[in-house]
């Protein structure tokens, strides 16, 4: 893994300053960041936005499939300790949750799930004390799988971002772009097919519960700009698969790790990684729960219309999840 930076896109202080400001107006209008009329609020808002501001926020232009948006300052004080779960974040960091729905707002629509953390457009991640193994985003101590995010469901999000509060110990997030790998063509061919299905993660308690019959996915795609993947190695499973599908899927990762970039945010700092090029992990860490350990928020975007999904995803049942968008929440 090399630990060369993403490619960053540096806002002046002048445009910085345009978003917080707009953002603090839109919390103190509505109250809240998660009050149903700011959601509505925020096309209306993003339009007013200037077109500086919206040309840092084209989207993901280049194989590498993510960028880091630089620039903003959150005060480490004024955001209060890093909680020890996400139920227990109430309005900690709240300015910085409009931030990220006015970016999330002018890349696409912000989407959130009935299943996860309250159906809440922007989730908070934190270590949490007993989740430490686990392979969701409150884990600390084991490698985080590089995977898609929300890879079960053909509903995922086009476009993560991770908004940095706090990483004092420079943890750093990992990301692999599959244009950037080298498979042969046999197995391209081999990966193209769906062969093994992708099931939730312990973050959907709901839909694990799901009684319905998991749908085989293909891990790769091709799309009009070029090669896709839906991968969760960690929520795959291989009974049944072939030895030559097997051996092509453990290539994948390889070829995954081989060109991995190591990605320590800084405060302020907005990771946009597009979803259906780039997996995305974390380094193992070892937490102190004493309001100090790192924090990001995170949004999902859906892009409507991008013509990057197989069709026979429409078919999948989403294991009984359904995604809300902020405009009719």
Known sequence: ???????????????????TATAAKVLAFHGSATSPGLLTDLPVMGAQL???????????????GLFVLRGLRPDDAGIGPTPGHWSSVGDAGALWDVVLLLVSTLMGTPIAWDGQQDGRFVHNIVPSPGHESEQTGASSTVLLTPHTEDAFHPGRAH????????????????????????????????????????LPDD???QARRFGGRPAPVPALFDSPDG?????????????????????????LGQELARVSV??????????????????????PFRARYDGTDRWLKRASVRVEGRPTRPLAEHDEHGYGQAALTAWDA
């Open 159 to 198: 476009l993560l971002l991770l908004c940095c509060m706090r990483n004092h110990d420079r943890i750093a997030t990992t990301a692999a772009s599959v244009r950037r790998t080298a498979l042969a063509q046999a197995d391209l061919e081999r990966l193209k097919r769906p062969v093994a299905p992708i």
């Open 262 to 283: 190591a990605v320590s945010l800084e405060p302020g700092d907005v990771l946009v990684v597009d979803n259906d090029l780039v997996v995305h992990g974390r380094v």
């Open 50 to 64: 200037s077109e500086e501001l919206r040309a840092e926020l084209r989207p993901v232009d280049t194989a590498d």
């Open 1 to 19: 893994m090399t630990t060369c930076p993403a490619p960053v896109r540096a806002l002046d202080d002048a445009v910085a300053a345009e978003l």
């Open 227 to 251: 090669l896709t993947m839906r991968y969760d190695p960690a929520y795959t499973p291989l009974e049944g698969t072939d030895e030559a599908w097997r051996g092509a899927y453990r290539r």
């Open 203 to 205: 973050a959907y308690e």
